[in-house]
């Protein structure tokens, strides 16, 4: 969905342009790594956003992006085959009991605090060789000198959790929470307290882009448990004029498969996403550079 329309523009807003980076696994880092060296090369450019956030797979994609490596440079890396990756299964089970809990009763807060308490006690030990895996994705980097907001939840309390260069917490350890799937990862334990992944609020966390007068919303998977944080239900929220959310179309998916954390589906997911977005490269410029 490309440019469905906005709402009214309205003097409070800022000009600033935002681009959402949602969650989808490996593949979805590959993907959306695909996609936007396409829309650059052809005159999209969506990494020099004012404002990008990043929840889970889209945590690590708004790091990199904006930590000073090229599009064609992550690209390279996304089409190369796998070698520091740590594969994962996410079975039926699983996903069954991670429903389960997100619509068991409670508020949304209680929801994510039973996932949370789920996740630490499928998973007691440190995240060591988590945030070893996230390091060697990002290296060293620091937090840019630029609006870069990384989503994760309080593993205990279920409160949300956006962190940014002013958190006083490291890059890797902000993009490691995020990226931490309950029950498949362990939490990350940051001054005390343990994180999960932020996609467990919403795949996207869209609504963090308020105020900004255009919005893309970049997204492995687009569909939400909770209708009032569907990605348009979010957008609404930001009072954007211009919006556009774009998701794996069919070949993409193929090529995505079943399972999001298999590393061995990288290289076909960022080549899908590359072909997804040459298709639609010129219409994203067409919007993005008004």
């Not at 396409?38 to 904006?66: C, N």
């Not at 963090?208 to 239900?233: F, Q």
Request: hydrophobic share 45%; aromatic share 4%; charged share 20%.
């Amino acid at each position: 969905m490309i440019w469905p329309g906005g709402r009214d523009y309205s003097p409070a807003m800022t000009q600033q342009r935002a681009l959402v980076l949602g969650g989808g696994g490996v593949t979805g880092i590959a993907w959306m790594t695909g996609l936007l060296h396409a829309f650059a090369r052809d005159g999209a450019d969506l990494t020099v956003a004012d404002r990008v956030i990043g929840t889970s797979a889209g945590s690590v994609v708004g790091a990199q992006i904006t930590g000073g490596a090229t599009l064609s440079q992550l690209y390279d890396e996304q089409t190369t085959p796998a070698s520091t990756e740590i594969g994962a299964e996410f079975p039926l089970t699983t996903a069954l009991r991670f429903v389960g809990m997100m619509v068991a009763p409670g508020g949304a807060r209680t929801r994510r605090a039973r996932l949370g308490r789920a996740a630490r006690a499928a998973h007691p030990g440190p995240a060591d060789k988590r945030l070893q895996v996230i390091r060697s994705r990002l290296g060293d980097l620091a937090w840019p000198d630029r609006d870069l907001r990384i989503t994760a939840v309080d593993a205990d309390s279920g409160e949300f959790q956006v962190w940014t260069s002013h958190s006083g917490v490291s890059l890797v350890e902000a993009v490691a929470s995020s990226c931490a799937v309950p029950m498949v990862w362990p939490a990350v334990e940051i001054e005390g307290r343990h994180y999960i992944d932020g996609g467990v609020r919403s795949n996207t966390n869209a609504d963090l882009a308020r105020g900004c007068d255009t919005v893309v919303v970049i997204a492995p998977i687009a569909r939400s448990l909770n209708p009032s944080m569907s990605i348009g239900k979010q957008l609404a929220r930001t009072g954007a004029r211009r919006t556009a959310v774009v998701a794996p179309d069919e070949a993409a998916l193929a090529a995505i498969g079943r399972s999001v954390l298999d590393p061995q589906k990288r290289v076909g997911a960022a080549l899908a996403g590359f072909a997804q977005g040459q298709r639609i490269a010129q219409e994203m410029a067409a919007g993005w550079n008004a």
